[in-house]
């Protein structure tokens, strides 16, 4: 077998072709699903799946189709332009100061900005810290390359908040990299600065390597400041952030994203680049500028994530069984449901009971056990996004019901 040839890694991946995917959210299984008429809650992707773009940003891309101009390669990789405009847009946005050609590397979507931003530092047993619950490719992406996954748990009772101490205590001679998805994805936390600060402080001092995954950087709700990982002192050296035009930008299909880094990494990822990832498209690239140039859209972009974010607070937290914080950035909520059972039985419940399909907290980790995630960005209208979060609601009462709890058997919990 062919298989057999495969580095152990590979060999134990299954991509549903062979046997039957139990996940709901991956591959065939949610496009049959899709296919029977379920609501899709579980693919990361703004106002999925009905078609939505700015019309400055559509009318960019298919000019440089129509005239021809984008069937070619962008010379060099990535468009010098696009990089010009980022490095204007984290000036105002992020405080950064960027050499557009220098400092930043475009590619194609952040996942694989994101593998690639790990893929020089990581060899055979180099530990990488993740925190546990994480954006689940960062614990695939350190088993392809040979890493050791050290996960470095979060908690719901510290509002998902980093604590140094257990970053600490699980410091081996062998750790090499912190992975940060910040804010994070399932949670949507965004890292206070005073923890964030003492994190650079636990990397500076045993000379770590930082990957920080940004994107869902926008929106961020309450004011709460989003703080910078390669801005605090002593970091930007030692820091690839990765970026995308998917989440904050709504631009997913586009697949753009890019890598900011000190030049001495970019020298390094820029010589690989045509052999590993190969070029962004070009179109997409084209689009990117135009929505970079006129933000205006994004104005009701994160009104209406704002809005929704707190419908699905008040309609979910205190079912009985169910307990939740409301979310601190982008689309997502993430939900207790273990007073129903466990997040795959959920799951199954949503998915036979509603028609709605969201993710299993079990895919984010081990601390993601007994949580859902669900989507709430999708949908682009209002009445369809509360018919499916009412769904939800009154599926879940159900089960609770089923389960023998009611309210006032429920010590309900203010978790926010
Ligand atoms: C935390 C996080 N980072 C990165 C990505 C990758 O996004 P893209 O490749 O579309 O830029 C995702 C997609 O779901 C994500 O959730």
Redesign the pocket.
Known sequence: MITDLMTPVFRQFEGGLFAEIEKADVGDGVVRLQEQGATLMC???PFYPDPIIPPHVAKAAAESILDGSSVHYTMPIGNPELKVEIARHLKATAGLNLEPQRNILI????????FYAMLPFIEAGDEVMIVDP??P?NFQNTLIMGGVIVRVPIYAENHWQLDVKEFEKRLTPKTKMVVL?HP??PTTTVFREESLRDLADFIIKNDLVLVV?Q??EFPVFDGIPMTQMAALEGMWERTLT??????GMGL?GF???YIVADDQVIDKLYAAMVTVLGATNSAAQIGAIAALRDQSFLENYARVHESRRTYVYEQLHGIPGVRMQISESGFLSWVDVSGLGSSNEVVAHLISDAGIVVNSGDNYGENGKGYIRIVHGVLSSEMDFQAAINAISASLRRLAEARGLTAQTENKVAAR
């Not at 590619?107 to 994101?114: F, I, R, V």
């Not at 990765?242 to 989440?247: G, I, L, P, Y």
């Open positions: 693919w990361a992707d590619t194609p979507g952040s996942d694989s900005g994101l994480s954006y490719n998805t994070n994805n995954d994107a869902f990765v970026r995308s035009f998917s989440k997913s697949r753009v994203g």
